[in-house]
């Protein structure tokens, strides 16, 4: 039995600390007055506001949703729906998602201007892309760019897309070559294999639910930021008790300042270039609608994304409004807001915002690989990291499962 402090009650801290409790005795520190980072939602005159986005779950991973399912009853507690995406052009066209496989339903010159772009573009050109903005123009020509992906990313990456290193990618986005496109088109094809393509929600109290569940039983000291461990061999010191392992689920942005005894100096450089962005969420009364997320490609508007949480589970309406999340990156005052939702479509109107300053970590060429080295040395001394802002990757709540799980098996390995 090894006594472990556990830094951060998002997913990933909650996922690791309940693994390693039945063998060992853990305590969570967690800076927020409330345990779910970024899957937190709160009641809010009744309806429910996802303070980030507006967290859905389903994996590919058997191990995960194998170990999921006996958390919860599936049945009992989770609904199944399907995705019910629509992208809403500027001039009021609703396509469904993804866009490439709609191109049928666009004005018939806009159609046209993208087959050409298709049937111009070699298959050597459409593999060999330097950045973001040349694959998504090779991949799916300039017309698709400039209508929709070229608007919509800048929106959420908030910098020049060529500027965006392809790393970021991999295994995140689909990679249709243009004979999928078109083969797509001729025959309505509906895609089925995105992982959220059907969905499980939760029946009562949305992923705030999810993190309750798995912090029961629990040791979770909440309103506790972590601001120093001190390494003192073998031993870390956590807030003025011992502990034999550290597991780290915060922005490993920060961590560098954290840590005491150890000299970090060379990791301090690239560490301290880790970029990432924010998400300021704001909840609204909307128009009753039938989709699930609405994206905004419209120039005009800041916000990227509606979430219509209000159909996922009738218990997130209350006081007959339907409600969901409008999206925008980094920090928008008031102000801005108020004047920002009255160009966004299905009327929303005001009732509360959030700022999450983490949410979107931005991949640089070199970055997984630097990462790797700095866990592989600081778990020599009995620090472990695991978390959507330790791996600096794009994961879902799934994904953030399994790498704790993994993290939990190399502990246990010890
Ligand atoms: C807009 C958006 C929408 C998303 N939608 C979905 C979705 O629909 N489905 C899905 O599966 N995934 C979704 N995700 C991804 C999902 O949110 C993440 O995979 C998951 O929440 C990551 O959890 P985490 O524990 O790694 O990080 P976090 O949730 O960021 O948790 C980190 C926790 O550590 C705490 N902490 C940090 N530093 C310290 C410290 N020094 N001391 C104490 N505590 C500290 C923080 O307060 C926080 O609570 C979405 C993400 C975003 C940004």
């Known amino acids: 039995m090894k006594k472990i402090a556990v830094i951060g009650a998002g997913v990933s801290g909650l996922t690791t600390a309940r693994l390693l409790s039945k063998n060992n005795e853990v305590t969570v520190f967690e800076a927020a007055d409330t345990i779910g980072g970024l899957i937190r939602c709160e009641r809010i005159n009744g309806s429910l506001f996802h303070t980030c986005g507006g967290h859905i779950f389903n994996t590919k991973k058997q191990d995960v949703l194998d170990w999921f399912w006996k958390q919860f009853d599936r049945d009992k507690e989770f609904r199944l729906s399907e995705r019910n995406s629509v992208i809403h052009m500027p001039d009021g066209i609703k396509l469904p998602y993804p866009i490439e496989n709609y191109i049928y339903l666009l004005p018939e010159h806009t159609q046209k201007a993208i087959i050409q772009d298709l049937l111009s573009l070699s298959k050597e050109e459409q593999q060999n892309c330097s950045n973001f903005e040349e694959f998504l123009q090779k991949r799916f020509g300039k017309t698709l760019y400039d209508i929709y992906f070229k608007p919509y990313n800048e929106k959420i990456w908030r910098s020049n897309l060529s500027t965006v290193p392809l790393d970021w990618l ?3 986005l689909p990679m ?12 309505h094809i509906v895609e089925h294999q995105f992982v959220h393509s059907t969905f499980y929600y ?6 705030q639910f999810l993190a309750n569940r798995l912090a029961e039983g629990l040791d979770i000291r909440v309103s506790t930021p972590v601001a120093s461990i001190q390494y003192t061999k073998p031993y870390w010191n956590v807030c003025d008790e011992q502990y034999d392992v550290v597991i780290f689920c915060g922005n490993v942005r920060f961590l560098p300042e954290i840590i005491k005894g150890i000299n970090m100096q060379s990791w301090e450089k690239h560490i301290h270039d880790l970029q990432f962005h924010g998400t300021t969420t704001v909840f609204c009364e909307l128009e009753q609608n039938p989709y699930s997320w609405i994206y905004l490609p419209d120039k005009e508007c800041q916000a990227h994304r509606i979430i219509c949480t209000g159909n996922f589970a009738p218990s997130n309406n209350a006081n007959d409004i339907f409600t969901g999340t409008v999206e925008f990156t980094d920090k928008i ?11 966004i479509p299905f009327n929303p109107k005001y009732i509360t915002h959030r700022y999450h300053p983490c949410t979107y970590p931005i991949q640089e060429k070199g970055t997984r690989e630097m990462l790797q080295s700095f866990k592989k040395e600081m778990a020599t001394y009995g620090l472990f990291m695991t978390g ?3 791996d600096w990757e794009y994961y879902n709540m799934d994904a953030a499962m399994f790498a704790a799980m993994q993290t939990v098996n190399t502990i246990n390995n010890l």
């Open 333 to 343: 005052e008031i102000e801005e807001i108020q004047r920002q939702l009255s160009k």
């Open 202 to 207: 939760e029946k009562e109290g949305g992923s």
């Open 388 to 390: 959507r802002f330790v």
């Open 176 to 187: 249709p070559n243009r004979e999928d496109i078109l083969f797509n088109n001729f025959n």
């Open 170 to 172: 991999e295994g995140k």
